[in-house]
């Protein structure tokens, strides 16, 4: 599409310098911004998520002091998890799952692969992303998988979305003791047994049980159509609660570096950081679908590991670390980098497909 602009405006300009009038020249090159203003507007609305988590991640991190009162309010960091969550589940139609039940093969690998390899995998490589990073990369690896993404992408790829959804399921209503399981072999003397305790308490009440609620209130006709029907709004509210738990992290990592006079986290820190992420990401996905084909399931239940076998939510990883002290940066980079992947993925996969349903 960007070449298709790019010509358009070059072909405009070269008639305006061929024909040399000046109104002409004025209308075209009018035209041209009008071009960019177009395409610029396109990318703000297709990319405006990424834009804002970045923006605001600045923003929370350099103008701490102000907003110290509003990130210590704990009812409001988890009213607006539990929100989110509810919003997040409410229009997933868990009900049309039903050969993903009668099957579990490819639900239960893709929930191994999500819970149990990428942690595993993870656990030799973060220290290798320094103190600062370390932790907050174990904390990604623990996360469960994505809410939404991984069910569009299984889609937009020829997957069985339905697998997909039963990950989502799957890993995140045993969140609230498979992630603090791992946050404490692999961080242990960082944390107490207090904060364990309190972690396996918050997510179970303002994660498993939203998610429960919004779909006990799908059980009620109507209630399920509006959801249904309303989706790409809830979706956006969804995302705007995200967006300020990001800045609410942000804000308190801003506290806690404000006194240290040398940076905690280097450049070849972050760089190892995605190295670690994109590294393991792109493995677990390529190894799910490798594994699954291996046992026989079929293109579509394939595709859907690979994608909710390998993602994570940013909302349950972001909540923990803010909640343990940790550093958001590798969740946020984990969630970008694997949307931006995960696209590139999905179009190959799509061209790829073979009619093998």
Known sequence: ??????????????????????????????????????????????????????????????????????????????????????????????????????????????????????????????ALAGAELGPGIIITAATPSTLASAAVLTRAAGGDDSVAVMVTILTNATCFFVMPFWIFLQTGDQIDSTQLVGTIYKLFFYVVVPIALAQLTRRHRSSAAWATQAKPLLSRLALIGVLAMVFLGAVKMGLRFENQTDSPISIYDLLTTVVILVSVHVTVFWLGIFTAKTIGLPRPKQIAIGFSGSQKTLMIGLSTAVNLGFNIIPIVMYHSLQLIVDAVFAERLRENETPER
Do not use: C
């Not at 602009?5 to 405009?12: E, G």
């Not at 609305?45 to 102000?66: I, R, T, V």
């Not at 919003?87 to 929930?111: C, D, H, I, N, V």
């Open 1 to 126: 599409m960007l070449e298709s602009y790019d010509s358009r405006a070059a072909s405009i300009l070269n008639q305006s310098s061929v024909v040399g009038s000046r109104d002409y020249n004025r209308s075209n090159r009018a035209a041209v911004t009008n071009i960019y203003i177009d395409l610029s507007m396109q990318f703000i609305q297709k990319h405006w998520f990424l834009a804002s988590l970045l923006l605001l991640m600045a923003m929370g991190f350099q103008f701490a002091n102000p907003f110290e009162t509003l990130a210590e309010i704990e009812w409001l960091k988890w009213s607006v998890v539990s929100a989110t969550m509810f919003l997040m589940a409410w229009p997933l139609e868990f009900g049309k799952l039903q050969q993903s039940l009668a099957r579990p093969t490819a639900p239960l690998l893709g929930a191994a692969f999500n819970l149990i390899l990428i942690p595993l995998l993870v656990w030799p490589l973060a």
